[in-house]
């Protein structure tokens, strides 16, 4: 199976798993919901583009036997698919039920997402009960949701509108205090909501054995004290029995919003301490090792083709692609993928750079010699890895580029200004040229930029060729 092109979306199913996550992600989920006491809310931690929520995904579907999904139309929401909402697996009798919830979807309002999760939540599972049970839901939680929908519709539509919609509500609207008093009233309703959570997990099997997994993901792609506000709201609510809470993103955005949140007394606050009583388990997203990264590279059809790679997969060997893995591994051009750790360990960082390799070829292809081919493929690719690590250092090697003699090569010299001692480059009189930026934290890349510039040298290319390569890759970063 090859591509051209892979687009930066979470993956879905197991079938789309090109980094080997399936395993783990299977092990994970079911120490989830056989191993853990509940409630318990785990933290899925990871860099921006490191595939979270790939991850978290690949945990709901290993999750057991799902059946068939059950449609309603909410009462207050757009009609909707309850399997986008709730779904159900089954695995040796335990009933494993999933609800997301996509606290950046729901930031996108006009009130804050932790405010609308409960609400939301309650809503899904009243509709899925009364589907699944053919009774209407007698709960509290309806009347307060169907007043909560209506003020926050009213909060983006226009006076005349908004009165028609909220009656008497209006004049506390925009930015007054009445979804606040009915938020704060959700308190009382605690013991509705546990009851909700007790009601789904006893329609089918041993209710102390079931498990409904509430999934919270993007968290990071909200306020920090919004993302706070969400974690609260979980204390609130979803401490029930046979609950277990999923929260997904770059966790580290917590103990910013509760410094934030804090204010004048931040002195005071230990962010971790807050952190613990939140989330009883912490879990980071899984490396991506190097032959799974291999496999990456060899899943696009271009680059196979661009470093003379075989580019069928009908019925492939096992052994054999294991052989091209492990070639693959051995050659420069993938060393140039490990150069920089957060650009070789992050899943989005290493989609990018194929996806823009495979543009650039494609469009510099022209009559250059077929002998020549790999060492082109080589030196576009490191064009690219680096204008992807810092588009200021590459633009600086362009520059040395267009000044150096043509038919050099690469050579100690470039080393010699690139890695530059502090006291030096501190002073631009002493001979050096300093680069760009190197007085404003510049220096801190040195470590990894010599290794880089190393395995570029001794390569052998000349100028011109590496110029011919930083030409096709600056067209490539423009259009990109």
């Not at 019925?315 to 070639?327: F, I, L, V, Y």
Request: aromatic residues 8%.
């Amino acid at each position: 199976m090859t591509a051209t092109h892979l687009p930066d979306h979470a993956i879905r199913t197991h079938e789309d798993d090109l980094l080997g996550w399936e395993d783990q992600a299977r092990k994970f989920g079911e120490y989830l919901v056989t191993k853990l006491p509940t409630p318990t809310t785990v933290g899925i931690q990871g860099d921006w583009g490191s595939g979270k929520s790939s991850f978290t995904n690949l945990v709901v579907e290993s999750l057991g036997q799902e059946t068939p999904p059950i449609t309603t139309q909410t009462k207050h929401l757009r009609p909707h698919d309850l399997a986008q909402q709730i779904r159900h697996f089954i695995a040796e009798q335990q009933h494993r039920y999933v609800v997301r919830f996509d606290a950046a979807t729901f930031a996108q309002s006009h009130y804050q997402p932790d405010a609308l999760m409960p609400i939301y939540l309650a809503q899904v599972l009243e509709d899925y009960l009364a589907t699944a049970t053919e009774k209407p839901v007698d709960n509290q939680l309806s009347g307060q949701f169907a007043k909560i929908a209506r003020l926050t519709i009213a909060a983006s539509v226009s006076a005349p509108t908004r009165s028609v919609l909220v009656g008497s509500d209006q004049a506390a609207l925009p930015g007054g205090s009445s979804i606040d008093v009915v938020v704060a009233d959700l308190v009382r309703y605690r013991p509705a909501f546990a009851a909700l959570v007790q009601r789904l997990l006893s329609l089918a099997g041993d209710q102390t054995e079931n498990r409904l997994v509430v999934v919270i993901d993007d968290l990071d792609r909200i306020a920090p004290v919004a993302a706070v506000a969400v974690t609260e709201k979980i204390r609130l609510f979803l401490e029930v029995p046979g609950v277990i809470v999923l929260l997904a993103g770059d966790l580290r955005i917590l103990p910013v919003g509760i410094l934030q949140q804090a204010g004048e007394v931040a002195a005071r606050v230990v962010p971790q301490s807050y952190l613990e009583k939140i989330i009883q388990l912490h879990f980071t997203v899984p490396m991506i090792r190097p032959a799974d990264l291999a496999d990456l590279c060899l899943y696009y059809r271009i680059f196979r083709e661009a470093f003379g790679l075989p580019t069928t997969t009908t019925s492939p060997d096992a052994a054999a692609h294991q052989a091209t893995n492990k070639m693959v591994q051995e050659q420069p051009y993938f060393k140039l993928l490990l150069a920089f750790p957060h650009i070789g360990r992050n899943v989005r960082s290493c989609k990018r750079i194929l996806n823009l390799f495979s543009l650039t070829w494609f469009m510099a292809q022209d009559d250059h010699p077929a002998t020549d081919q790999p060492g082109r493929a080589f030196r576009i690719l490191a064009v690219t890895v680096l204008f992807q690590f810092n588009e200021e250092i590459a633009r600086w090697f362009g520059d040395w580029l267009a000044d150096a003699p043509k038919e050099q090569g690469l050579d100690k010299s470039l080393l010699n200004q690139i890695i530059i001692p502090d006291e030096l480059a501190a002073d631009p009189e002493d001979g050096h040229t300093p680069i760009l930026g190197f007085n404003s934290g510049f220096h801190d890349h040195r470590a990894r930029i010599r290794p880089f510039f190393t395995l570029l040298i001794e390569q052998g290319y000349t100028v011109q060729q590496w110029l011919d390569a930083f030409a096709a890759t600056t067209l490539s970063n423009v259009v990109n």
